[in-house]
């Protein structure tokens, strides 16, 4: 009788050689894993340029630190609506499914386009992939066919002020024992009401459970919140450890700039469960708390696939989803191979007329001061090497995106 222990427990009996064999082959591959093919069965029917939406699934928590007047207090709220994002980020996967599935691999300019409507008004969504993940803003568009790169931009009008978030991301995994994920880019807030920013520095994380066929995601190391308004917070991360612990725990400590020991607020919990926030030191008294299930998330609207561009993900991925959830793993590797070999054509075709693709709703900039001034106390550099350039929402572009959107390309 096999137990939870035993290699492969968690994976169906007629996938084990496939998954044995994929293990094989992570253990002995030399360079970036996310270019590595992994079989169907452990496939998610998301691409990675939906991700971006799991940022703001509670809008009245995002909103939240526009109605604070007190500048502490509300780089507190910033911090907590961050943490709050954590579960649906990196634990709602495998809450849901029983494991971590492997996104698809988004592929150039594929677009994420949506909007969450609530009693905070409209928050939309536009998502668009590089070929590295994208920036935030209610479109997600695929930047660059090299590096995966992810780019978002969200956006609140509020009564109080838009709010407006926008980053970007690459991911370079590899391994050791495990699957290890370094996270390379940023995000940054916008309050208007206040002329207020924030920097968001990105968690690294490595899969758990891998070996068993049951994996999920614990998160490693620090992040850093940084506010022109002067407050840091600093966000340390654990894992249940042999002995003792808990998985997807957390320490987070908000501080004035260049003062890391007057300790204002200590946040301890699980981002996939709860944590309380307690006034100064982990001794002080409880002055807030978050439940991550009291806190129901809000469904983001997206139109319907019939309605959906060429280029817009769920479109572009139907029949990959479709035979996913079948369990038909020969078709979904045909239709998968169909979307890849067709990317690989339309590289061809643009090296050999010498353009580019054009990016619908962000830029490449060649510097930004904001970035800088706000990274600078926490020694955090942009690594544009490593993302094909630093990524930006352009709104001129984005008043002038619209469908079809491959008519802009020349196709």
């Not at 070996?211 to 002067?230: C, Q």
């Amino acid at each position: 009788m096999s137990s939870s222990k035993d290699e492969g427990a968690g994976v169906a009996p007629q996938n084990k050689g496939s998954w044995s064999s994929f293990l094989k082959s992570i253990a002995s591959f030399n360079g970036d894993l996310s270019s590595l093919t992994a079989p169907p069965f452990i496939l998610s029917t998301q691409s990675l340029t939906e991700f971006s939406a799991y940022w703001t699934e509670h809008p009245s928590i995002f909103v939240a630190p526009a109605l604070e007047k007190d500048p502490a207090k509300r780089a507190l709220l910033v911090l907590k609506w961050f943490l709050s994002t954590l579960k649906q980020q990196y634990g709602s996967r495998s809450e849901k499914l029983g494991s971590e599935k492997k996104p698809l691999n988004p592929f150039l300019g594929e677009l994420f386009l949506g909007k969450w409507d609530d009693d905070c008004g409209t928050t939309q969504l536009v998502s668009e992939q590089r070929t590295a993940y994208g920036t935030r803003s209610t479109a997600l568009e695929y930047v660059d066919p090299s590096s995966p790169v992810s780019i978002i931009q969200i956006r609140l009008p509020n009564i109080h002020g838009d709010l407006q978030l926008q980053g970007y991301n690459a991911q370079k995994a590899s391994f050791s024992r495990t699957i290890h994920v370094k996270q390379i880019g940023h995000a940054l807030l916008h309050l208007d009401a206040y002329n207020e920013d924030y920097l968001f520095t990105l968690p690294a994380l490595h899969i758990e459970s891998l070996i068993y066929g049951s994996p999920f995601v614990e998160l490693n190391k620090s992040t850093y919140m940084v506010s022109s308004s002067g407050y840091i917070g600093k966000i340390d991360y654990a894992g249940k450890g042999w002995l003792s612990g808990k998985k997807n725990s957390f320490t987070a400590t908000l501080y004035p700039e260049g003062k890391e020991r007057d300790v204002l607020y200590t946040i301890e919990g699980q981002w996939t469960d709860s944590f309380i926030i307690r006034d100064g030191s982990k001794k002080g008294g409880e002055v807030d708390s978050y439940y991550a299930k009291k806190n129901k998330t809000t469904p983001l609207q997206v139109a319907p696939i019939a309605e959906q561009d060429d280029l817009e993900s769920r479109k572009a991925w139907r029949k990959v989803a479709e035979n996913i959830n079948k369990g038909d793993m020969d078709t979904t590797n045909h239709e998968k191979s169909k979307i890849e070999n067709s990317q690989r054509e339309l590289r061809r075709k643009e090296q050999s007329e010498g353009r580019e693709w054009e990016r619908r709703f962000f830029t490449r900039v060649n510097g930004d001061p904001l970035f800088d001034k706000l990274a600078k106390p926490i020694g955090e550099k942009i690594e544009s090497d490593k993302t094909g350039g630093i990524w930006r929402f352009d709104g001129e572009k984005a008043k002038k995106a619209k469908p079809p959107f491959q008519e802009h390309q020349g196709l």
